[in-house]
């Protein structure tokens, strides 16, 4: 499976933005897809995920309520929409796909090539 990660840009805090990862094939319903963003300096850390068979979707506790992580079976895409952005959302957001939910990236097996997200105070 190949990810292509895109939407990333320049945004001011309190600001929205819809990042979207197509898959380059049929995402089975027994993937889980995720997102997880990279800051300068810092480790990768998982954001949201979804289940794609069942849609069950979870989130990290700092971004839930402000990010929703969506899908479209007929796109074989995932979207992750952000709301009340914040400076310290800023990074480079990777998406991901593998056959079994977790935070960390070694859950993934499947990686996007990243989509870089700037929020200005």
């Known amino acids: 499976v190949q990810l292509q990660a895109s939407g990333g840009g320049l945004v001011e805090a309190g600001g929205s933005l819809r990042i979207s990862c197509a898959a380059s094939?049929?995402?089975?319903?027994?993937?889980?897809m995720g997102w997880f963003r990279q800051a300068p300096g810092k480790e990768r850390e998982f954001v949201a995920a979804?289940?794609?068979?069942?849609?069950?979707?979870y989130y990290e506790d700092s971004v839930r309520g402000r990010f929703t992580i969506s899908k479209d079976s007929a796109k074989n895409t995932v979207y992750l929409q952000m709301n009340s952005l914040k400076p310290d959302d800023a990074a480079v957001y990777y998406c991901a796909a593998g056959t079994q939910y977790g935070t960390t990236p070694s859950s993934y097996r499947y990686w996007g090539q990243g989509t870089l997200v700037t929020v200005s105070s």
């Open positions: 094939s049929r995402i089975y319903s027994s993937y889980v």
């Open positions: 979804i289940r794609w068979g069942s849609g069950i979707r």
